[in-house]
């Protein structure tokens, strides 16, 4: 059974925020998303949209937290978290983040996003065009860069899939180039879709 068999049979063939039942698709959880179903999550088309993008969230569609906050799986609550973080100001969220309880792992997993933090606190990766990066963004290296403790060089041109920034340092993320997970710095990459 593949792992959106596995999250329609535990969801029950429904979004695990909104319990909406069509346009359903198996979401990876960032950044340390598995792939696997305990690091990703069956969600519909509108959440999806919104969790990606917060220029489009609309705060009466997220009402729906109020039941999913109780999830007992990471991967839900992780996003509940986020998503209640990002919406404080309207009032509601607030007391339903004071009434959720997340172990420290998964509060950790919630808060890698940066999404609790007031805007004046966070800190923001940008590429060498200026473009914001975020936790599971791809991107290009723009020159040739020495793998530090290796004779490994990456060529400009490589792609970096899936990268991980780095919460205390606006200049460094993390990805793999071939086997090697490497610290990169910001202005030698360029985003790629």
Same mark, same amino acid.
């Given at each position: 059974?593949?792992?959106? %068999?596995?999250?329609?049979?535990?969801?029950?063939?429904?979004?695990?925020?909104?319990?909406?039942?069509?346009?359903?698709? $198996?979401?990876?959880?960032?950044?340390?998303?598995?792939?696997?179903?305990?690091?990703?999550?069956?969600?519909?088309?509108?959440?999806?949209?919104?969790?990606?993008?917060?220029?489009?969230?609309?705060?009466?569609?997220? *009402?729906?937290?109020?039941?999913?906050?109780?999830? %007992?799986?990471?991967?839900?609550?992780?996003?509940?978290?986020?998503?209640?973080?990002?919406?404080?100001?309207?009032?509601?969220?607030?007391?339903?983040? %004071?009434?959720?309880?997340?172990?420290?792992?998964?509060?950790?997993?919630?808060?890698?996003?940066?999404?609790?933090?007031?805007?004046?606190? *966070?800190?923001?990766? *940008?590429?060498?065009?200026?473009?914001?990066?975020?936790?599971?963004?791809?991107?290009?290296?723009?020159?040739?860069?020495?793998?530090?403790?290796?004779?490994?060089?990456?060529?400009?041109?490589?792609?970096?899939?899936?990268?991980?920034?780095? *919460? %205390?340092?606006?200049?460094?993320?993390?990805?793999? $180039?071939?086997?090697?997970?490497?610290?990169?710095?910001?202005?030698?990459?360029?985003?790629?879709?």
């Amino acid at each position: 059974m593949d792992v959106a %068999e596995q999250l329609k049979d535990r969801s029950g063939g429904i979004c695990e925020l909104c319990t909406a039942s069509t346009d359903l698709k $198996v979401y990876e959880v960032p950044p340390k998303s598995t792939g696997g179903v305990d690091g990703s999550m069956l969600i519909c088309e509108t959440c999806s949209g919104q969790v990606a993008d917060a220029e489009t969230m609309d705060a009466n569609h997220w *009402r729906c937290l109020n039941d999913s906050m109780w999830s %007992e799986h990471d991967a839900v609550k992780a996003v509940v978290w986020r998503m209640l973080s990002r919406l404080k100001g309207e009032g509601w969220p607030k007391d339903l983040l %004071e009434m959720m309880y997340l172990d420290d792992a998964t509060l950790e997993w919630a808060k890698a996003t940066g999404e609790g933090e007031d805007e004046s606190e *966070r800190i923001i990766h *940008r590429d060498v065009n200026g473009v914001i990066l975020q936790n599971g963004d791809n991107v290009v290296l723009i020159k040739d860069l020495k793998i530090k403790g290796s004779s490994q060089i990456a060529k400009q041109g490589t792609a970096v899939r899936r990268i991980s920034v780095d *919460r %205390e340092n606006a200049e460094y993320i993390e990805g793999k $180039v071939g086997p090697t997970l490497t610290v990169i710095i910001t202005k030698y990459v360029k985003k790629t879709s």
